[in-house]
């Protein structure tokens, strides 16, 4: 029997990435089709005080990674935040979903009672794996699929929820 918590977290993850994949596509289509400057989209924030359409699929891939790592018992890899372009944020989806495919479901036997730290200094926080993923990685790495989303639908690329579900 698979793990019940590789079952909640890498398929899980590999769907909204396979949907990032998609609306990453259609979104440099519309920028080439309308003959906008893609770094509009791109650097695009929702509000000021919001990170940029780029930072918000940094974080999405940095949190897929992440939770299947500190999950499966690994370490996390590292990605440069260097990404500009379409092409290069399709890379990190990619590199995330090519490590995702290397942790083996046995792997996240006994997650749920894993120890998992995370961050540093006066940052750092200590998890349990079940606790870590439902209610820390899990929300985080929606809310900056989400937010990506919203910012390429707010900027007219014809999105809705299907291609936010994407297929399972």
Do not use: C
């Not at 920028?31 to 906008?36: E, F, G, L, Q, R």
């Not at 990674?65 to 370490?75: E, P, S, T």
């Not at 935040?81 to 379409?86: A, I, L, P």
């Not at 900056?144 to 007219?156: E, F, K, Q, W």
Request: hydrophobic share 40%.
């Amino acid at each position: 029997m698979t793990s019940p918590m590789y079952t909640a977290s890498v398929p899980v993850l590999r769907q909204l990435l396979n949907s990032l994949l998609a609306i990453l596509d259609k979104a440099e289509a519309h920028v080439n089709d309308k003959k906008i400057d893609a770094n509009a989209l791109l650097q695009f924030r929702l509000f000021p005080d919001m990170l940029p359409f780029t930072r918000q699929i940094q974080i999405a891939a940095d949190f897929a990674k992440g939770a299947g790592a500190r999950l499966a018992g690994q370490d996390v890899p590292s990605y440069e935040d260097n990404e500009k372009t379409f092409a290069e944020l399709k890379a990190r989806i990619s590199k995330t979903l090519a490590f995702l495919d290397t942790l083996p479901a046995s792997a996240f036997d006994g997650a749920e009672t894993r120890a998992i730290t995370t961050g540093s200094g006066e940052k750092t926080k200590h998890w349990v794996g079940q606790t870590y993923l439902h209610h820390y990685a899990l929300p985080h790495f929606f809310f900056h699929v989400t937010t990506a989303y919203n910012i390429l639908r707010h900027n007219g690329i014809e999105i809705g929820k299907k291609d936010y579900i994407g297929t399972f």
